[in-house]
């Protein structure tokens, strides 16, 4: 079946730091989301992506649709302690059973003050 | 600033017992999903509504575990009997289109 990988794992990082993160695809996606969860909560809806090559912004926050359609990256400028929790990326197609998302294994992101 | 709620947001429970968890999906949302979280296996999706029609369930275990959309403002998701691998955070989310929107989630631990 259609797997994400999300990289890194984890980040350990000091504050005003710039962050990357980034998920690969087995195959096409027309639909790239990042999501981040905090501690006890659901995951919220950070950016959505919905054309290759598309840039988006949310603050300090930057994704990008890849051209080949395979994969996606969230940028974070400036990291503060409150950009601390777990960040999912989430990609869809019309062709994966339906249309569901399939989720990335998350990359935890620990802000040091 | 319309949001999904989830009730109960903790839940313990004796293995053996019901557990119905329910979900409030946002006002205007044609799709319905259950979600399952845990350390191991990460996000893992139950099920599926579209229009309050079951589109899939093929994540969900179907002895125990059960999906409905009584109506456009409630979802729920039984399990019967509980059992301890059950315990994990439960999750419905609610979209239109490309995007979902989570709720907080039901932490569900049964002893």
């Known amino acids: 079946g259609q797997q994400l990988n999300q990289s890194p794992q984890s980040m350990f990082i000091q504050e005003g730091e710039d962050v990357s993160m980034n998920c690969t695809s087995s195959?096409?996606?027309?639909?790239w989301l990042w999501y981040k969860q905090d501690p006890g909560e659901g995951p919220v809806l950070l950016i959505a992506?919905?054309?290759?090559?598309e840039l988006t912004s949310n603050g300090r926050l930057t994704a990008q649709f890849g051209i080949t359609r395979k994969d996606s990256f969230l940028n974070i400028s400036a990291s503060i302690p409150s950009d601390v929790g777990i960040y999912f990326c989430?990609?869809?197609?019309?062709?994966?059973?339906?249309?569901?998302?399939?989720f990335g294994q998350g990359t935890e992101l620990s802000v040091k003050p | 600033d319309a949001r999904v709620t989830q009730t109960p947001r903790h839940k313990v429970t004796e293995m053996g017992q019901e557990v119905t968890m329910r979900c409030q999906p946002i006002?205007?949302?044609?799709?319905v999903f259950w979600y399952r979280q845990t350390m191991m296996q990460g996000l893992e999706l139950l099920a599926y509504?579209?229009?309050?029609?079951?589109?899939?369930d093929s994540g969900m275990p179907k002895d125990r575990f059960s999906a409905e959309m009584p109506d456009a403002t409630l979802a729920t998701l039984k399990i019967q009997p509980s059992e301890p691998r059950d315990s994990a955070v439960y999750f419905c989310?609610?979209?239109?289109?490309?995007?979902?929107?989570f709720g907080p989630g039901t932490r569900l631990t049964v002893l």
């Open positions: 989430a990609g869809r197609s019309n062709y994966n059973q339906g249309g569901k998302l399939i």
């Open positions: 195959s096409i996606f027309n639909t």
């Open positions: 992506l919905y054309k290759a090559g």
């Open positions: 006002l205007g949302h044609n799709t």
């Open positions: 989310a609610s979209g239109e289109g490309h995007t979902q929107y």
């Open positions: 509504f579209r229009n309050r029609a079951p589109l899939d």
